[in-house]
């Protein structure tokens, strides 16, 4: 790194400002990859949060994938579900968005309908009839509501059981309910419908906790059901496979322009230092020892950079951006896109400081140069 | 014994053909003495320093530097023997411009493996051999030109090789300058004990020589009269007249 190092204090206005584009690719990487994670929490984590492996849609018409949109089950599926081998729970759950109103504050939220005592729920035991679990969110959209106060779902009074977790599901606060206060608030169709020996028993979808034993293809055919792991079942929220996508596109997007800059920069720099590389290999520099050079310095400067705009966006997170904004700054959301940066900035680096290995020590005598 | 070329035929690629820059060319160079390599523009001067410096591998005959037979080594073999026994001046100074006079000169131990904060004494001691030691800390942009032709020189002698080369080392001076760079050369010859080659189109630096070769088309010569020293040297007109500078 003799050379190395001087050339970056010496051409220290050209080294500053790629480090300066590294830095704001970068901060605008860290501020998305926060508020992509902000904004997925918002989106799925109630899901996320439930206490099962698989979840079971009713089955969605041919060329269609399942929806929590527009899925509807029946008690005789989850009790069909409940008896398939392998599978240790099937839980019913209903969902909808509806309306909360507590005083003169009313606020949207998720209706998540769970049978009396079920463990989806936090604090499940405590719900039934006439009262609802809370997430905090939903609690304080509320005015702050506490165990023991009164509001109204969707025009029914309910009692605050308890005020437990932050799930939230499509951008509003989760409010636990019984199954059949769900079914009076959600719209009809949804709930309530369904004819033979179990009208009026429904449910949006099917938490299933399974063991690797459970034929869950089979037990799908058998029962009309479309079932997917928890995770695969998150495309299946609507507004977050578009969001998630887009968000995740541009994060792409600025991987690769950075990769692309910080490649242009060092091929330039590579090609307008030939000839000092065709002297340092007559003078008997090895290859290695010139690779070795070059690509420390791109590290160097990748390394400051991204630590740069990593620190900035983390600051920025912490201090400026207001609550209201989803932006979630944990160590993974903030450092590993910085360890892709720094990884692709480093393998376009390497590919155009490989062009040292074709540069003739031969260039350097004579006047030709 | 520190170079020795024999029969050495260089030939580079030249549309459908191969055009001969060097034919059947046998040099020997002793240590502590200085050869100088006269010849037109074209004759193959800055080839057979190539040729020396192993920076082309000739199509026949054998190159040995310092008792190693080059013809075979692998490409790392001749850089490491570049990098510990041979000094090259290059034409132009070829400096690096982020360093100063000092560092040029340590440089040469860093690509070696060794520390340049080691290597400092020898480089000081080279540059105020070079009367440069006022000026160790200047870049080059700072020196003049002549300055600069001998922190090359310095750098050349940095690893402490027994083979220096010089090509024409003063196109870029003025005559004045490029005589007390020539007069340099010599001297640090005989002190340091290397086996100098030196291509120059000046022949009034040729004085100093131990002994002169012309280069005619590929093909080496003793000058006329020449008897392997300077002695007697006579320039030939013919032949000056052709060159460029
Ligand atoms: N890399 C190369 N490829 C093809 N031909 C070359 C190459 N280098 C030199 N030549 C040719 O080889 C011959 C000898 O060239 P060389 O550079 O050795 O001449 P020189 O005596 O150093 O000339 P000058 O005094 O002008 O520097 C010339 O005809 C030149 O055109
Ligand atoms: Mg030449």
Same mark, same amino acid.
């Given at each position: 790194m003799f050379v190395a190092w001087r050339d970056l204090r010496f051409a220290k206005g050209r080294f500053a400002l790629m480090g300066a584009v590294i830095t704001l690719i970068t901060l605008l990487v860290g501020l998305l990859s926060a508020l992509s994670a902000g904004l997925a929490r918002q989106n799925i984590s109630a899901i996320t949060g439930l206490p099962a492996d698989r979840i079971a849609f009713a089955?969605?018409? !041919?060329g269609r994938s399942p929806s929590y949109g527009d899925s509807t089950v029946t008690a005789r599926q989850w009790r069909r579900w409940a008896e398939v081998p392998g599978v240790t729970r099937a839980e019913p759950l209903g969902i909808t968005s509806t309306k909360a109103t507590a005083g003169d504050r009313s606020a949207p939220v998720s209706a998540f309908g769970v049978r009396a005592g079920s463990r989806l729920a936090p604090d499940g035991g405590a719900i039934h009839d006439r009262t609802a679990v809370l997430s905090a969110a939903a609690a304080a959209g509320l005015g702050g509501l506490a165990p023991g106060d009164t509001f109204a779902l969707a025009g029914r009074r309910l009692t605050v059981a308890a005020v437990a977790g932050d799930a939230s599901f499509s951008h509003t606060p989760v409010i636990w309910t019984a199954l059949s206060t769900w079914a009076s608030v959600?719209? !009809?169709?949804?709930?309530?419908?369904?004819?033979? !020996?179990?009208?009026?028993a429904t449910a949006t979808v099917i938490a299933l906790d399974t063991t690797a034993g459970a034929d869950v293809a089979a037990a799908d055919r058998a029962i009309g059901t479309r079932t997917v792991t928890k995770d695969g079942s998150?495309?299946?929220i609507g507004s977050y496979a578009s969001e998630n996508g887009s968000l995740q596109l541009m994060r792409g997007f600025l991987f690769a322009i950075s990769a692309l800059v910080v490649g242009a920069f060092f091929t330039v720099w590579t090609i307008q230092r030939a000839g000092d590389i065709a002297v340092l290999k007559a003078l008997g520099a090895s290859t290695a020892h010139l690779l070795k050079d070059a690509l420390g310095q791109a590290a160097a400067l990748l390394v400051v950079g991204t630590l740069l705009g990593t620190g900035i966006a983390a600051a920025l997170g912490a201090l400026v951006v207001p609550d209201t904004v989803p932006f979630l700054l944990t160590p993974a959301t903030v450092l590993a896109p910085a360890a892709v940066m720094i990884l692709l900035g480093a393998l376009g680096a390497a590919l155009s400081v490989r062009r040292i290995t074709s540069v003739d020590p031969l260039t350097a005598l004579g006047s030709a140069r | 014994m520190s170079l020795d070329l024999s029969d050495v035929t260089l030939t580079y690629p030249d549309g459908d053909d191969r055009l001969t820059a060097l034919d059947h060319v046998t040099l020997h160079v002793p240590r502590g003495t200085l050869t100088a390599v006269a010849g037109p523009s074209g004759s193959g001067k800055s080839s057979l320093l190539a040729v020396a410096a192993t920076l082309v591998t000739p199509d026949a005959g054998t190159v040995s530097v310092d008792g190693v037979t080059t013809t075979g080594l692998s490409r790392a073999e001749l850089t490491g023997l570049r990098r510990r026994t041979i000094g090259i001046v290059f034409q132009q100074p070829?400096?690096?411009?982020?360093?100063?006079a000092l560092e040029q000169l340590q440089l040469m131990a860093s690509i070696d493996g060794r520390s340049p904060a080691g290597a400092r004494g020898r480089a000081l001691e080279l540059l105020a051999a070079v009367g440069l030691a006022d000026r160790a800390g200047r870049r080059p942009h700072q020196l003049s030109g002549g300055q600069r032709q001998r922190v090359g020189i310095a750098r050349a002698l940095m690893n402490e090789p027994t083979l220096l080369l010089v090509d024409e080392?003063?196109?870029?001076?003025?005559h004045e300058r490029g005589a007390a760079v020539v007069d340099l050369i010599t001297r640090l010859t005989r002190e340091r004990g290397t086996a100098t080659v030196l291509v120059t189109h000046d022949r009034t630096h040729l004085r100093a020589a131990d002994r002169i070769v012309e280069v005619d088309d590929g093909r080496l010569g003793d000058p006329?009269?020449?008897?392997?020293?300077?002695?007697g040297y006579r320039p030939q007109g013919g032949v000056t007249a052709t060159m460029s500078g």
């Open positions: 089955a969605p018409g !041919p959600a719209p !009809p169709g949804a709930a309530g419908t369904a004819a033979g !020996p179990d009208a009026g998150l495309s299946a | 070829h400096l690096l411009p982020s360093l100063t080392p003063t196109s870029a001076l003025d006329p009269s020449g008897s392997g020293t300077s002695v």
